[in-house]
Each structure stands twice: as C-alpha cells, then as structure tokens.
C-alpha cells in the first residue's frame, strides 16, 4: 500500500495464477513478481523489518513473515535473546487448528543488520525497533484502573489485570490475554463456602486459547474482606458523557465489587450474584465432584455453576431432566450412603454428574430444583417434594429397621413371614425331628420383632394360629405351660439372664416348606418396584418405612388383594407341611438303627 503497510491475500489456486497474472497487469499496470520460499527448514538467517512486516530471510529466500501489529508483548531473555508474544485474536482464534503464540529470536553480538555496543548489544536494539512498532510501550499507560497479583484459576497463575478503553488484558510472568470487551457476555460473584474467598467469574463468548486449550471462563479469586480504593485513568468529559450513570471518579469498596463494578461499566455485561439457595450449612453452594475434580456447585436462580476447575455453566434453558441417585442401596458400604450423585441431562444429550454431594444437602437441592419446575426424572405423580422430604426425614443407613430382614429374606429365599428368619429355622427344626428335647421353638417366639410399623400385627397373630394348628400335642402342651417342662432343664439366656448358657441351634432342613407370605409382605414385593422407577435413590431401609407407612393407612379393602394371596399361600404351606411330616415321621427313628417302615 503507498501508506506504508503490507495486504496479504492467501490460499490461491495453482492453476488461477495464469489468469491472475493479464488481469492485474491490464486492470492496475503492475506485473507481480514470484517470490521464492525457503523450505530447507534452516533456523539460522536474517530477520528483516519491512512496514509492519517481520520476514526471517534464509539463503535469500523468505521462510516466514509475521505481522508486527499482531505482537502483544515482547521482552529481552538475557543479552542475545528476544522473545515475541503474539495476541489472538478472540473472534477468530477459537476456530483454528494453530496459532502462533510465541517466537524467539538469538541475535548474536556480532550482527551486521543491527549493531550495537558493549552497553547497548544488538538484541537490544532488535527489541527496541519491534516495540517501537508494535506500540507496545504506550500500551500500560492507557490502562484506566490497574489491579495487581491477582489470583486466577483458570488459567492458573498471578496476572496483574488491566482495565482498558475497550479490552482487559491479564499479564502474567508466563502468560498474556488480550480480551475484547465486546467477547465478556456475563460477569458473576459467587462467595466459596466456608473460606475467607470469592469467585469472580468472567464468562467470555469467544473463548480465550492457549495452546489446544480453549477458556469459555476465566475465574479470579478475590479475599472476601479486602478492602481496595481506586481512582479511574480517565478524563472527565469523557465519564461524564459516555460512561455517565455506569463509572464513578473513585471507588472504595470490597476488592471483588470495586473490580466488577468497574469491568461492568465498560464493557455493559450483567453481574449475576447467588439466588434464593441455601446449603444445610446456610451457604450458597454444595461441594461436589466433577470428572474427578472437586470443587463447589452453585445453585443459581438461572443455571447451574460448577467451580472452580472445570468451570462449567449450565443454563436452566438447557436442561431436559435432572436425577437424585441416591448412595448406600443393599451391598455399599456404610459410608457411601452419606453421599449422592446429582445427574443433569441436557437437551443436547449431554449429561454432567456431579458425585458425592452430602447427604443432608439433598433437601435444600430437591426443593430447590423443584421450585424451579425443572424435570426431576422418574419422580412419579404420587410422591411430590414434600413426600420424599417425609420419607427420607429422621432416616438413618446405619439403624436397623423391622422390615429389613424381611425384605431381605423374602429377596434371597424367596419366602418369609412377619417374624425373624431365625423363628423360621427353629420352627422347621422341632417338626422335622420328634425329639422335642431344647424345644428351641419356644424361646424364639418371644425373640421376634416388633412388625407394629408396618401393620404387622395381623400377621403375627396369623402366624402364631398357624403354628398352633400344626405343631405336634407334645408342643403344644410345651408352649402352654411352659413352667411345668423338664425341672431340672434351663431356659435360653434370654429368660434366664447374662450368665447362662445359650441353646445350641440345630441345623435347618434345607428341604423344609418354606413359610407362607404375610398380606403386607405381598404388598412390600409390589410396592417396592414402583419405588425404584419413582424414587430410585432409597435405600433399603427407607423403602421399608415408607411401604409401612403406606400399609397402615390403606383401608381394609385395599387390602383385600394381599390378603387373598397371603391365605392361598398359607394354605400351601400347610399342604406342604403335611407332606414334610409325613416324610419326616419315619426318618426321625431311623437315627436309632431301626427301619424307616
């Protein structure tokens, strides 16, 4: 150009120069000239400074040439060595593959194209011409508010933070972003929970790079109760007329406002603060883990803000369903049931899960996101928040609950009544052998738990009537006095205290009937599957709860169903009771030598 400067157009087509070529020479009078590469790959040469071009010249051809305009800083590394840094573009840079970031040059003392002196050697004089050039001395001292040693974690390092006419640039020993004002899109404060620290969040749409990585957040951390004053670099008419009403002369504040109420004004981006959400411990966020990063996870009125590494946004708008998975179901161990994942689904299929979240957080999150009217997945139409708030409240993992050995029984043997598995085994034992000697039977009634919370009173009472009809006279007559039995024999140590000796168990028949199913152990079978496609975080232990809840209050008719299976199945075991002990009246003398006819 006749200005001075240098326009480059590339990507041409081989076979196009042939048409090139008769156009510009007819259309602007000039003939182009070929100029050769160097493709040798040498990096020893000449650096030659031509308008605001940088061309490294090897064996009289050009290898490369840089835009000086493009040079963000440069500073001298020892008394030979130059170093260029180079900004990028943010409108642009995110998209391509490489960029060029930084460029060192070795100029030796003994250079021709730049001489210099013993105090003045010819790297310094290199490095003078290219910052006269690039402009970068007068860079500093248009910046209107400067705040230095700021820590950043992402990108991780110290940068001192230049608020310019129309970009920030964040300077670090290692590092150098030039950030147009026109790519912050949000600005947003977040305090961390329990630490002295707070969040700012610059939100950027370009991202920034580095290298292969690209930065959609930059995050600072500011102490929550420094105190910063700062006087604006700007001339009067100039705040009071552009920025009038968005920018003061002066602040004096906390460091984290003063900083965001200044970056807000000029670049017109929304400050975003914490909503209505409250933590167990009255905090705004709940610690979290993601992609095996720990970190905090803010509830906002608008989107989900995980920090600090990898800080990821998720916008409510985005978001098709989010699920509880609840720790500590049968077979984990006591202490992951203090924790749950929280899984978010987006529209785009893309999922994020944030793991181990405290348990006493997942109150405060569900009516959080409930109010929200986000999609909680498989939540049901019966159980609204307030229900799995009932159901969950006061529980404990770790506390034994009636119903859990019954669930558990009838899940491993198939069977099971409304009393324990060992009233079972010994029950089993009496009949199959006619020695009623220990009569273990006995003790084991009083030994069964209470099923009152779950409406298990019928049940025991049926079971109870069961056993009288089918034990032997000799048993029976054990069972109502039991005073009267054997003088000089002892009771289990239940009866008679810390000191005596307990009644060695006999071995159950594995080929005994199993016992019929109570009505309210029908109803846990059924009722449980539907709890684990609506509420698939309970654990064992509140399924239990919840499903005697349910029993206790359903009437007599709802009941009906159950019960009608409960009977059929208890007049199959009396079927196959009777078949047992018929097998079993001959095998019991057997054991003295004489013949089972």
């Known amino acids: 150009m006749r200005a001075g400067s240098n326009v480059k157009f590339s990507g041409f087509r081989e076979q196009d120069v042939a048409s090139l070529n008769p156009f510009l020479h007819a259309n602007m009078g000039i003939s182009p000239d070929e100029k050769p590469l160097a493709i040798s790959g040498r990096n020893w040469g000449e650096a030659e400074l031509e308008g605001n071009l940088l061309s490294f010249v090897v064996g009289g051809k050009q290898a490369f040439e840089v835009s000086i ?6 500073q001298m590394m020892g008394k030979n060595d130059v170093v260029l840094e180079f900004h990028v573009d943010d409108t642009t840079g995110a998209n391509e593959k490489d960029t060029l970031m930084e460029l060192s040059f070795h100029v030796p003392s003994t250079n021709s194209t730049y001489v210099g002196d013993e105090e003045r050697p010819s790297a310094q004089v290199f490095f003078e011409k290219i910052k006269g050039l690039a402009d970068i001395s007068t860079q500093g001292t248009d910046a209107i508010a400067l705040f230095e040693v700021i820590t950043a974690l992402t990108p991780r390092g110290r940068y001192n933070v230049e608020l310019h006419m129309s970009f920030l640039r964040l300077q670090g020993q290692a590092n150098d972003f030039k950030i147009q004002y026109s790519s912050v899109v949000r600005l947003f404060i977040l305090p961390k929970s329990n630490q002295p620290h707070t969040f700012v969040v610059i939100t950027l749409d370009p991202p920034i790079r580095k ?6 957040h930059i995050v600072l951390q500011f102490p ?10 700007m001339n009067e008419d100039l705040l009071n007329t552009k920025y009038k009403d968005r920018l003061e002369p002066s602040y004096k504040d906390l460091s984290h406002d003063v900083f965001t109420q200044i970056l807000k004004g000029l670049s017109g981006a929304k400050v975003t603060r914490p909503g209505k ?5 009255d905090g705004y966020a709940v610690r979290a883990s993601l992609k095996a990063e720990e970190g905090t996870l803010y509830p906002l009125e608008k989107s989900f803000f995980f920090l600090p590494k ?11 369903y989010v699920e509880f998975e609840r720790h500590g179901t049968a077979g984990t161990s006591s202490i992951s049931s203090h924790y749950f994942d929280l899984l978010i689904r987006l529209k785009s299929e893309q999922e994020h899960q944030f793991r181990n979240i405290q348990r006493n957080e997942y109150h405060n999150l569900f009516d959080f996101i409930s109010s929200k009217g986000l999609k909680i997945l498989n939540l049901g139409d019966v159980q609204g928040a307030s229900g799995v708030a009932a159901a969950l ?33 010994e029950d089993e034992d009496f009949v199959a052998e006619k020695d009623d000697e220990g009569s273990p039977t006995d003790d084991s009634e009083a030994e069964e738990p209470d099923a009152s919370d779950s409406g298990g009173d019928e049940d025991a009472e049926e079971d109870e009537d069961e056993d009288e009809d089918e034990r032997p006279a000799k048993k029976e007559r054990k069972k109502r006095e039991p005073a009267a039995a054997k003088p000089g024999r ?8 810390e000191g005596g000796k307990k009644t060695k168990r006999k071995k159950k028949d594995p080929n ?9 152990m029908y109803f846990s079978l059924s009722e449980r599957e539907n709890l684990k496609k609506s509420q698939p975080g309970l654990s064992f232990i509140d399924t239990g709860k919840v499903c005697g809840d349910k029993w206790k209050k359903m009437s007599v008719d709802e009941k009906a169903p159950y019960e009608a299976k409960a009977q059929a199945d208890k007049e199959r075991y009396k079927r196959d009771m009777l078949e047992f002990n018929r097998g079993g009246a001959g095998g019991g003398p057997a054991e003295d030598g004489s013949d089972d006819e």
């Open 512 to 520: 005994a009937p199993k016992r019929g199913l109570s009505g309210f």
């Open 277 to 281: 959400f409250r933590s167990s411990q």
């Open 224 to 233: 929550s109760e420094e105190i910063t004053e700062c006087s604006l670099s």
């Open 69 to 74: 305009s493009d040079v963000s800083q440069t």
């Open 490 to 497: 002892k009771r289990k140590n239940k009866e008679e205290g």
């Open 211 to 216: 290298g292969q990585t690209f930065y959609p």
């Open 393 to 425: 409240a006061g529980s404990d993992d770790e506390g034994v609950d009636p119903h859990l050995n019954r669930i558990r029984s009838a899940r491993g043997e198939g069977g099971g009544d409304g009393g324990g598995e060992d009233s079972d085994e």
């Open 310 to 320: 990898p800080p990821t946004l998720i916008l409510h708008d985005e978001i098709e």
